[in-house]
T-cell receptor, first 109, second 112 residues
Framework: KQEVTQIPAALSVPEGENLVLNCSFT??????LQWFRQDPGKGLTSLLL?????REQTSGRLNASLDKSSGRSTLYIAASQPGDSATYLC????????FGAGTRLTVKP | DTGVSQNPRHKITKRGQNVTFRCDPI?????LYWYRQTLGQGPEFLTY????????KSRLLSDRFSAERPKGSFSTLEIQRTEQGDSAMYLC??????????FGPGTRLTVT
């Protein structure tokens, strides 16, 4: 059974810092990995999708990496802003999609 | 708005009643997914459709839950004889095969 773990559960940083969120999964036989952002009480917004054959994806200040063999992904956020405050979720897809519990990020002005 | 839409956004019901939620996916997406999310947790997969065929169902989807996608477009999720433990956010997502999933805003269910 695929299990997805995100560390840390919560993170608070001052504005402008670069930061890394971690995601690990137990079964490396995945089709893809996706990072999402969720604001309180809202649905999920897709940030980046990495196919199993890819190593990383970039979008603006975000960079996500994937190491399938070790079952790890990281989401790097450069020059963090207060508007980045949200919960960040990673999810891996086999026949279904399994999510981690998320990292709650607070960026302080 | 061409995103995924869900109705209603909020539903309050009494224990034992039946409820039905609707999801309208992005029009060209052939896959549609249902998830359940409780406070402080990531979404849990319930089921997904490819076109009108229901291809996968989680063990979380008890006999009281049923989902349909009759014409391969919108989908409904029905919960019969609701229980307090059914209170959660129900999320719908759509995608093309093996591509990015796009989520709707969710339906928040409260069972009293």
């Amino acid at each position: 059974k695929q299990e997805v773990t995100q560390i840390p559960a919560a993170l608070s940083v001052p504005e402008g810092e670069n930061l890394v969120l971690n995601c690990s999964f137990t079964d490396s036989a995945i089709y893809n990995l996706q990072w999402f952002r969720q604001d309180p009480g809202k649905g999920l917004t897709s940030l980046l999708l990495i196919q199993s054959s890819q190593r990383e994806q970039t979008s603006g200040r975000l960079n996500a990496s994937l190491d399938k063999s070790s079952g790890r992904s990281t989401l790097y956020i450069a020059a963090s802003q207060p508007g980045d405050s949200a919960t960040y979720l990673c999810a891996v897809t086999n026949n279904d999609m399994r999510f981690g519990a998320g990292t709650r990020l607070t960026v302080k002005p | 708005d061409t995103g995924v839409s869900q109705n209603p956004r909020h539903k309050i019901t009494k224990r034992g009643q039946n409820v039905t939620f609707r999801c309208d996916p992005i029009s060209e997406h052939n896959r549609l997914y249902w998830y359940r999310q409780t406070l402080g947790q990531g979404p849990e997969f319930l089921t997904y459709f490819q076109n009108e065929a229901q291809l996968e169902k989680s063990r979380l989807l008890s006999d009281r839950f049923s989902a349909e996608r009759p014409k391969g477009s919108f989908s409904t999720l029905e919960i019969q004889r609701t229980e307090q433990g059914d209170s959660a956010m129900y999320l719908c997502a759509s995608s093309l095969v093996s591509m990015e999933q796009y989520f709707g805003p969710g339906t928040r269910l409260t069972v009293t």
